[in-house]
């Protein structure tokens, strides 16, 4: 039987569902570059040069092992723009017996996959996909019945399942998690070695030009293109990784430093989400490392529990709550984007650093995200639909089913608490402990209220007040609310005017037209 099997930009695996029994006499395989998926939000330049390098480069390797490949170009003429124009126009130019597809990573993809077998008149067979190591069947029988999940309930489960640290049932070193390790600030003499830089081939660079022709006044830079876009590339940067960084990942995951955009991450999950790489290879590796005294537990543990942990769980609470998960709005949270999160341009030192390495490479690491873009947006009250579609454009890693419950749920609160049991809130010590950042800023962090003040403090302050209907009942949020409690209402009233006159201020403006402009930084859009 003739069989079309179609695969998607982030799904490029030799041995993706949708592929594994491919027959090579009969069967073609398409991919197809679509400005739908470039610009149904609009993605930064680098993510939709890297999948498309990569989808061309993986299209010649299949072409290479003798599969026939239809391939369609973005510039190509007729090119309809639309997974489902290109499937139909396939369809009728190879008139295949059935369709084989791997399940999307998006609700709106899977909402549209679901029509393809009445709009073609042909068997459509959606397949899971085995890039996870839980199913969604899986994981909703793990959820069945739970009106909240926990990640570490999830994580132990998932270590069992797999056998990974374990040592004859039991946690490896005899704790399931290392974290009370894992929160040091980078001392000055140690100097991260960088990711490995992989050069752009004729490929690549031919992609760079289409891309910022096509899609020139999206976010970001294309400069400095540094992403592997061939398996054996990203195989090189997760070698990299394991013999250079993951030994202090443990230790500095939480560090930030002015300029050090990648620390001692691994910086590989643009490449595990489009599938050039499988999250168990690359748990296998750090563990191997570890079994071989490379690396020591409490960093191995960390990565693995980030992999078969955070990765797993945000994704399976995604397909388990959707689509109602993205509709709610637990904390009421009604403020616009700032322009600043776009152009950089901010006095906040912290943001303004983040922003520019998130324009500079499409990716920032995890505590940049959460604490500094993330915390800011929690504190700030902004409208997660916003913070959504930035954190889905600025990312190279970003889809939606990773994306929309790390913002949602695990930045935001607003799911009210199915994903994580407290919201992430912090003032500006907690950026001030774990980097050099406030030391450059032009805000002083020891301040709370007033014109100089770090505005994460009363902005801290003002959240904690403004949800203390919501949040006094979590026994999580304890300490904050008797803090509260302890102060005189001078000093609360303060803190509210301090933040409030923050809120109002130009530097708030949605509109680049009033935002405020410090002095000295470039502008990244
Ligand atoms: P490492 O720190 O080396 O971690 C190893 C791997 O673990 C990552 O490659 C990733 O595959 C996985 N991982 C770690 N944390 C998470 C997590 N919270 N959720 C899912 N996987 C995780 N990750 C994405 O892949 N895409 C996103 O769109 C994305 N958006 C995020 C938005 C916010 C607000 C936050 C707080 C986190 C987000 N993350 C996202 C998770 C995490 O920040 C990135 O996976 C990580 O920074 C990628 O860099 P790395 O490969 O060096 O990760
Ligand atoms: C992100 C993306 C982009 C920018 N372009 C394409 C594309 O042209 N063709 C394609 O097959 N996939 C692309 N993708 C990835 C898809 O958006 C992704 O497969 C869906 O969001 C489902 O996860
Ligand atoms: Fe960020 Fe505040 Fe520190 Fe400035 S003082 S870098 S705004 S935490």
């Known amino acids: 039987m003739a069989t079309l099997r179609f695969v998607l930009g982030d799904q490029l695996h030799r041995r993706v569902s949708s592929l594994v029994d491919l027959d090579p006499d009969v069967d073609t395989v398409l991919m197809v570059e679509v400005a739908a998926e470039a610009t149904y939000v609009r993605h930064h330049k680098q993510k939709i040069a890297f999948l498309f390098s ?31 124009g290109e499937l139909e126009r396939a369809v009728a130019r190879l008139r295949p017996d059935r369709v084989v597809v791997t399940e999307p990573g998006e609700w709106r993809v899977a909402e549209s996959m679901a029509t393809w077998r009445d709009r073609l008149g042909l068997p459509v067979e959606i397949r899971d996909d085995n890039r996870f190591l839980c199913s969604r069947a899986e994981f909703a029988r793990w959820s069945d019945g739970k009106s909240a999940y926990r990640m570490e309930d999830f994580y132990r489960e998932m270590r069992r399942r797999t056998g990974y640290l374990m040592d004859a ?6 704790r399931w998690n290392f974290d009370r390790e894992n929160r040091k600030p980078l001392p000055a003499r140690l100097d991260p070695p960088d990711p490995p830089r992989f050069d752009p081939d004729a490929i690549t660079r031919e992609v760079l030009e289409l891309v910022e022709a096509r899609f020139g006044g999206h976010f970001g830079t294309l400069d400095g293109f540094r992403w592997a876009v061939t398996r ?50 690359v748990a296998e590796t750090a563990i191997r490392a570890y079994r071989e005294g490379s690396a020591p537990l409490n960093a191995v543990e960390g990565f693995v529990r980030q992999l078969i942990g955070w990765r797993e769980y945000v994704r399976g609470v995604y397909w388990a709550r959707m689509p109602e998960f993205a509709r709610s709005n637990a904390l009421e949270a009604h403020r616009p984007l700032p322009w600043f999160y776009w152009s950089g341009e901010t006095d906040m030192y912290c943001l303004a650093e983040a922003i520019r390495g998130t324009a500079q490479h499409a990716w920032a690491h995890h505590i940049q995200r959460l604490m500094v873009t993330g915390n800011f947006a929690l504190l700030a009250g902004l409208k997660p639909a916003e913070v959504e579609e930035w954190y889905l454009v600025v990312y190279a890693d970003a889809y939606e089913w990773v994306e929309l419950p790390n913002v949602h749920g695990m930045i935001l609160y607003a799911d009210g608490g ?21 030391g450059r800023c032009r805000y002083d962090v020891k301040q709370r209220t007033g014109p100089d003040a770090c505005p994460f403090n009363a902005l801290y302050w003002h959240f904690i007040m403004r949800n203390e209907d919501r949040l006094r009942g979590n026994h999580r949020m304890r300490m904050p609310y008797g803090t509260l409690d302890k102060m005189k209402p001078a000093r609360r009233e303060e803190l509210r005017a301090s933040a409030e006159a923050f809120l109002a201020s130009p530097a708030m403006s949605p509109d680049p037209a009033s935002a405020a402009r410090p002095a000295r930084q470039p502008r990244l859009l």
């Open 232 to 281: 054996h590339n990203a195989l090189r940067a997760l070698a990299h990784f394991a013999d250079h960084r993951l030994g202090l990942y443990g230790d500095y995951q939480d560090a930030m430093r002015q300029g050090a955009d990648f620390l001692y991450h691994s910086v590989l999950s643009p490449y595990i989400n489009a599938g050039l790489l499988t999250p168990d290879e």
């Open 54 to 84: 990569a989808m061309r480069h993986f299209a010649a390797e299949l072409r290479e092992e003798g599969i026939r490949v239809d391939y369609v170009q973005l510039d190509d003429p007729g090119n309809t723009g639309s997974f489902d």
């Open 169 to 174: 049932g039991s946690p490896e070193g005899g």
């Open 418 to 438: 199915l994903l994580g049991s407290k919201p992430y809130a912090s003032s500006g010590a907690y950026i001030d402990r774990m980097s050099d950042y406030c």
